[in-house]
């Protein structure tokens, strides 16, 4: 089995910066996409950034030039700076991770963290 876990949120007031971690652990053989999405009450969960394996990343229009994913591939971990917080990025932020894992045989894995609080209020 692969978990992640996730951590940093908390509450921030507008413009202010928080980073979140998510660090992979299991049976892990590679992981190819780590991510960050978002779920904010009543809506439904969307994409905020991801990165693959080579370093390619990809944003959600709402938090290009605000957020910053990076990932350290030793220590199997994902992170998201997120700088000029807005009221509208009040969210539970969720890691996914997907590649491979190993039990009696290789086979594909995508995890989901348990998400943690984002929330930006004056």
């Known amino acids: 089995q692969v978990q992640l876990v996730e951590s940093g949120g908390g509450l921030v007031q507008p413009g202010g910066s928080l980073r979140l971690s998510c660090a992979a652990s299991?049976?892990?053989?590679?992981?190819?996409?780590m991510g960050w999405y978002r779920q904010a009450p009543g809506k439904q969960r969307e994409l905020v950034a991801q990165?693959?394996?080579?370093?390619?990343?990809h944003y959600a229009d709402s938090v290009k030039g605000r957020f910053t994913i990076s990932r350290d591939n030793a220590k199997r971990t994902v992170y998201l700076q997120m700088n000029s917080l807005k009221v509208e990025d009040t969210a539970v932020y969720f890691c996914?991770?997907?590649?491979?894992?190993?039990?009696?045989?290789?086979?594909?894995?995508?995890?989901w963290g348990q998400g943690t609080q984002v929330t930006v209020s004056a």
């Open positions: 299991g049976s892990i053989v590679s992981i190819n996409t």
């Open positions: 996914n991770a997907g590649g491979l894992r190993r039990d009696s045989i290789v086979r594909f894995f995508d995890a």
């Open positions: 990165i693959n394996n080579a370093g390619s990343t």
